[in-house]
T-cell receptor, first 113, second 111 residues
Framework: EAGVAQSPRYKIIEKRQSVAFWCNPISGHATLYWYQQILGQGPKLLIQFQNNGVVDDSQLPKDRFSAERLKGVDSTLKIQPAKLEDSAVYLC???????????FGSGTRLTVV | TQLLEQSPQFLSIQEGENLTVYCNSSSVFSSLQWYRQEPGEGPVLLVTVVTGGEVKKLKRLTFQFGDARKDSSLHITAAQPGDTGLYLCAGARNAGNMLTFGGGTRLMVKP
């Protein structure tokens, strides 16, 4: 089966600019996650979707980050405005159902200068 | 403070050596997973353990879930350069819960 697709792979922006990331999960996977992975650290959950509804966004900095999953398939994550500390790899993962492991995309590496 | 503490953070060994990576927590998890991540890629699932005391083997890798389901270990026998990467443990409080990741152990195996 095709994996989790993410784009772009790399993005460099100046602070205070806006940026958006896109994720296409594996077909049929109802649960979708966005994680932030700062260099040298483990991934940190930003938001979890079940179909097109938000399950958990308690760790999403809502003053600047937003995410949506229209029609329960693709998802976008937006940062507006970006700060230097947002420099990280943004990973999207999907899961078919409870009890299954996550499948991660290759991530988008964001550099804020 | 990380919910899951991994040790060591860094490990550099020679090809053929054995090693053990630890993942510890004060919390109980319904399941725990181990992932390996290579540079420029997302984490790839290696194994899921769900029963206290469970041991799973994947070729030269042996995974163990603690009896109390609060800790886990990954043992690699006769490490090879291809084992180089970032090893991440991740726990779920219940079946529907999201995963919480540890900080990772960066392993380098020198030929």
């Amino acid at each position: 089966e095709a994996g989790v697709a993410q784009s772009p792979r790399y993005k460099i922006i100046e602070k205070r600019q806006s940026v958006a990331f896109w994720c296409n999960p594996i077909s049929g996977h109802a649960t979708l996650y966005w994680y932030q992975q700062i260099l040298g650290q483990g991934p940190k959950l930003l938001i979890q979707f079940q179909n097109n509804g938000v399950v958990d966004d308690s760790q999403l900095p809502k003053d600047r980050f937003s995410a949506e999953r229209l029609k329960g398939v693709d998802s976008t994550l937006k940062i507006q405005p970006a700060k230097l500390e947002d420099s990280a790899v943004y990973l999207c993962a999907s899961r078919r159902d409870r009890g299954y492991g996550y499948t991660f995309g290759s991530g988008t590496r964001l550099t804020v200068v | 403070t990380q919910l899951l503490e991994q040790s060591p953070q860094f490990l550099s060994i020679q090809e053929g050596e054995n090693l053990t990576v630890y993942c510890n927590s004060s919390s109980v998890f319904s399941s725990l997973q181990w992932y390996r991540q290579e540079p420029g890629e997302g984490p790839v699932l290696l194994v899921t353990v769900v029963t206290g005391g469970e041991v799973k083997k994947l070729k030269r890798l042996t995974f163990q879930f603690g009896d109390a389901r609060k800790d886990s270990s990954l043992h690699i026998t006769a490490a090879q350069p291809g084992d180089t990467g970032l090893y991440l443990c991740a726990g779920a409080r219940n079946a529907g819960n999201m995963l919480t990741f540890g900080g990772g152990t960066r392993l380098m195996v020198k030929p």
